[in-house]
């Protein structure tokens, strides 16, 4: 026959055990929002970097700097964490906040070439702002080369290296938290 004998306060065992699936969650969901929040701190950071290839030269004139990526903070500041479901998170310029600043980041992320026939306005644009031929009448298309310029994928590739290991120091943290705290 075995003889168990019962030490401890099972009381504060049975209530600490009886909690550990909700703080399992809470630590999970802070482990991924930190690491979602970090992987958007760097998506910013590589916006504001001056991604290359360099501007072209007509860009520069036309915007008066020769920065990449940058006319404005729009783009930069539209990088946001959108939570999705309990662990599930979307790190990027959602369309739906901006779509017109989500179809330049999705633009300048890959590149394009964009062909279209000219107009008259356009042709007069042109001309004062290249000064030079295009004034007159006639027919023309534009062909415009945004090369690609990633700021995404580079993130996430760099970040994969050592997520494993920053996500299951955080969430050690967390769970060490708790268990301290016995709630």
Same mark, same amino acid.
């Given at each position: $026959?075995?003889?168990?004998? #019962? ?20 630590? #999970?969901?802070?482990?991924? @929002? ?9 998506? @910013? ?29 729009? $783009? @930069? ?40 026939? $000219? ?10 702002? #290249? ?17 690609? @310029? ?20 955080? #969430? ?12």
């Amino acid at each position: $026959m075995i003889v168990a004998k #019962l030490i401890g306060d099972w009381k504060l065992a049975q209530k600490v055990l009886s909690a550990a699936p909700a703080a399992f969650d809470r630590a #999970l969901k802070a482990a991924i @929002r930190h690491e979602a929040e970090k992987i958007a701190g760097l998506i @910013r950071t590589k916006i504001a970097s001056n991604v290359p290839p360099p501007n072209a030269a007509s860009t520069v004139k036309g915007k008066g700097s020769s920065k990449t990526l940058i006319e404005s903070a729009k $783009m @930069r500041n539209s990088v946001q964490v959108v939570w999705n479901g309990k662990f599930d998170a979307f790190i990027g310029i959602p369309t739906k906040a901006r779509k017109s600043t989500a179809n330049l980041a999705d633009i300048h992320e890959n590149g394009r070439i964009i062909v279209q026939q $000219m107009t008259d306005k356009q042709r007069k644009f042109l001309h004062v702002k #290249l000064g030079g031929g295009g004034g007159g009448g006639g027919t023309g298309v534009i062909v415009i080369h945004i090369p690609a @310029r990633p700021f995404i994928k580079p993130v996430f590739a760099a970040y994969k290296g050592d997520a494993k290991q920053t996500f299951i120091g955080v #969430l050690s943290n967390e769970l060490g938290s708790w268990a301290k705290s016995g709630t």
